[in-house]
């Protein structure tokens, strides 16, 4: 009677041992995702201009800049931003500004990966800017 019993004993410890290394019903914590930044339009930029925690950024070539800029914005040109985006400051919003929104939309993705939390994109960019102008 008793070597009955042996191989479901053994078959209940394996499972229970398989149960306890590989359980299969534990859901593992999902990695944290990067943050996400948003599209603003012209009225959003405008109404930030001037203010003390926004950082304006001009991603557009220097000719273009020079010829006329959003008040405030500073030059970090696209070719540029991967290796200068640490002059900005990651407690601060960020806007991104370029001629379309096309390399806005890729320093924003390349800005959240690195850990910045308030970053936006001119959507459209100077391309449908109707606002004041700087010039250098």
Request: negative net charge.
């Amino acid at each position: 009677m008793r070597g009955k019993y042996i191989m479901p004993i053994v078959l209940t410890v394996i499972t229970l041992v398989f149960f306890l290394t590989f359980n299969p019903f534990t859901v593992e914590p999902e990695a944290e995702e990067a943050g996400e930044w948003v599209e603003i339009n012209q009225n959003e930029v405008s109404a930030k201009i001037g203010e003390e925690n926004v950082e304006l950024v001009d991603l557009r070539e220097k000719e273009l800049y020079d010829e006329g800029h959003i008040p405030g914005a500073i030059h970090i040109p696209y070719d540029e931003f991967q290796q200068r985006y640490n002059e900005l400051s990651d407690d601060n919003r960020i806007i991104l500004i370029c001629h379309t929104g096309s390399m806005g939309v890729d320093s924003a993705d390349f800005l959240v990966n690195q850990g910045f939390d308030d970053v936006a994109n001119f959507g459209g960019g100077m391309a449908v800017w109707e606002g004041p102008l700087e010039t250098n």
